[in-house]
């Protein structure tokens, strides 16, 4: 540097503390934080409760994706499905969980006001451990390579089909049960 020259960082800022650069231990002695004018206490407060909240949402999905996800084995148990066979088990449960999820919805949406951590511990927690579409793929892989490409390509179209079956069937289902209920 020459001697004509002020010490200046890589922005064109002087080095060092100033009035309004902290050094390395902080603010100067007796001067406050800078301060962004732009977030007040009560935005602080606002973000802190919602991270709690998060970590309440986050703690209800994985207790209720636990849940599903037992329930999904127990199911296994109960109709367990031969290897290189056709995975009814599997198809069965993605389509039960489906048809609970038109169901669920639309009584949580349209019917009953709902405590804001159902909806994430069952639709979201549960039924999605209990839905089991990684299994899904699995299946159709195992399937393809037993040498059953046409009973896999069925059971990929099936699975969609009786899935969206399902969901459209348990909310159309519950609409009209619903409106009858309130019609007599």
Do not use: K
Not at 16 to 35: A, F
């Amino acid at each position: 540097m020459r001697s004509d020259e002020s010490p200046q960082g890589a922005a064109g800022e002087p080095d060092g503390p100033g009035p309004d650069r902290p050094g390395p231990d902080g603010p100067e002695p007796g001067r406050p934080e800078p301060v962004d004018p732009d977030v007040t206490p009560a935005d602080v407060r606002r973000w802190r409760e919602s991270r709690r909240s998060r970590h309440g949402v986050l703690a209800v999905i994985a207790a209720g994706g636990s849940l599903g996800a037992l329930a999904r084995f127990g199911a296994s148990l109960l109709w367990p499905t031969p290897a290189g066979a056709f995975p009814w088990t599997t198809l069965t449960v993605n389509a039960v969980g489906c048809l609970v999820i038109g169901v669920f919805l639309v009584a949580v949406t349209e019917v009953f006001t709902a405590h804001p951590l159902l909806r994430p511990f069952f639709g979201t927690g549960f039924l999605g451990g209990f839905t089991t579409f990684s299994t899904y793929c699995v299946d159709i892989e195992r399937l393809v390579d037993a040498g059953r490409a046409a009973t896999a390509l069925v059971y990929l179209a099936a699975t969609a089909v009786a899935a969206m079956a399902a969901v459209a069937a348990g909310a159309f289902g519950t609409r009209r049960l619903l409106s009858h209920r309130s019609a007599s």
